[in-house]
């Protein structure tokens, strides 16, 4: 069955660094679009950035890009999240997802889901 693994989160100060992984397993991926998304406290779990698998086609939200680059590894079936110049209100659990066939925003498209990776970025 499909699994999705997320780790790499941590504490950073603002303006730092941080790369989240995505381990992905139990079939092939080639069709899927990894999306990563993230939910702050009491807030709902919005969109972070996406990528299809095979083309290597992206899609950012507004408010990451240019900070944010998704990419993945084939060989180790990864997806990763470089996130730089990070802010505060980048604070929140981080989590990877996946579907089939065409990229979405909304969470509730996604089929399959990592466990979280928690980011907080003092200031």
């Known amino acids: 069955h499909v699994q999705l693994q997320a780790s790499g989160g941590g504490l950073v100060q603002a303006g730092g660094s941080l790369r989240l992984s995505c381990a992905a397993s139990g079939r092939t991926f080639s069709s899927d679009f990894m999306a990563w998304f993230r939910q702050a406290p009491g807030k709902a779990r919005e969109f972070v950035a996406a990528?299809?698998?095979?083309?290597?086609?992206?899609s950012y939200a507004d408010s990451v890009k240019g900070r944010f680059t998704i990419s993945r590894d084939s060989a180790k079936n990864t997806v990763y999240l470089q996130m730089n110049s990070l802010k505060p209100e980048d604070t929140a659990v981080y989590y990877c997802?996946?579907?089939?066939?065409?990229?979405?925003?909304?969470?509730?498209?996604?089929?399959?889901w990592g466990q979280g990776t928690q980011v907080t970025v003092s200031s």
């Open positions: 990528m299809h698998w095979s083309s290597g086609s992206t």
């Open positions: 997802a996946a579907r089939k066939y065409s990229i979405r925003t909304s969470p509730a498209e996604y089929q399959y």
